[in-house]
T-cell receptor, first 114, second 117 residues
Framework: AQSVTQLGSHVSVSEGALVLLRCNYS??????LFWYVQYPNQGLQLLLKYTSAATLVKGINGFEAEFKKSETSFHLTKPSAHMSDAAEYFC????????????FGGGTRVLVKP | GAVVSQHPSWVICKSGTSVKIECRSLDFQATTMFWYRQFPKQSLMLMAT?????????EQGVEKDKFLINHASLTLSTLTVTSAHPEDSSFYIC?????????????FGSGTQLSVL
């Protein structure tokens, strides 16, 4: 069985500050890991994915995530928050590639303060 | 880019009635669609997987007679909540796998907020 835990349902950051969203997973097989973002009234968009290649994955909008097997973590970071980063972020895991069914974390809502 | 159009975005209905939610892939063919449900402050939970032209596969604990899924074409999948009750009130969201990019990417609809009175 797979599971995903996102620490913190809400995160508040100042504009220009570091964004750090935590994600830990459990999986019986080597996982495929994803971060999705959901803006208000929109569908989920893929930010980035880890598929057993490089452990540091760069995504869109300046986000990146690092896969750490020893810590079973896949934390998402962005060096400098922008107001447009305010959204809900979901970490997810699948046994296969992106096209397989996903197990999601509970989501983290990011608020960016001016 | 590829878009999945989901309608309606929100719906309020009376207990005992049925509600249909549609997901359309607008510029690609979706061989597989996934239906998720999200209760307030909880994660998205997979309900079922539908493949075009065949019966949907439901996750454990999801009543297939209550949540009817039809995927009759490569661009349309529907979820019908039959005899809805207040406990069915939730956020429902679909995702589609592109027939040609296959496992590379999933595309999500914008979701439907269902409120059953």
């Amino acid at each position: 069985a797979q599971s995903v835990t996102q620490l913190g349902s809400h995160v508040s950051v100042s504009e220009g500050a570091l964004v750090l969203l935590r994600c830990n997973y459990s999986s019986s097989v080597p996982p495929y890991l994803f971060w999705y973002v959901q803006y208000p009234n929109q569908g989920l968009q893929l930010l980035l994915k880890y598929t057993s290649a490089a452990t540091l994955v760069k995504g869109i909008n300046g986000f990146e995530a690092e896969f750490k097997k020893s810590e079973t973590s896949f934390h998402l970071t962005k060096p400098s928050a922008h107001m447009s980063d305010a959204a809900e972020y979901f970490c997810a895991v699948s046994k296969g590639a992106a096209g397989n069914k996903l197990t999601f974390g509970g989501g983290t809502r990011v608020l960016v303060k001016p | 880019g590829a878009v999945v159009s989901q309608h309606p975005s929100w719906v309020i209905c009376k207990s005992g009635t049925s509600v249909k939610i549609e997901c359309r892939s607008l510029d690609f063919q979706a061989t597989t669609m996934f239906w998720y449900r999200q209760f307030p402050k909880q994660s998205l939970m997979l309900m079922a997987t539908s493949n075009e032209g065949s019966k949907a596969t439901y996750e454990q604990g999801v009543e297939k007679d209550k949540f009817l899924i039809n995927h009759a074409s490569l661009t349309l999948s529907t979820l019908t909540v039959t005899s809805a009750h207040p406990e069915d009130s939730s956020f429902y969201i679909c995702s589609a796998r592109d027939r040609w990019t296959g496992d590379e990417k999933l595309f999500f609809g914008s979701g439907t907020q269902l409120s059953v009175l």
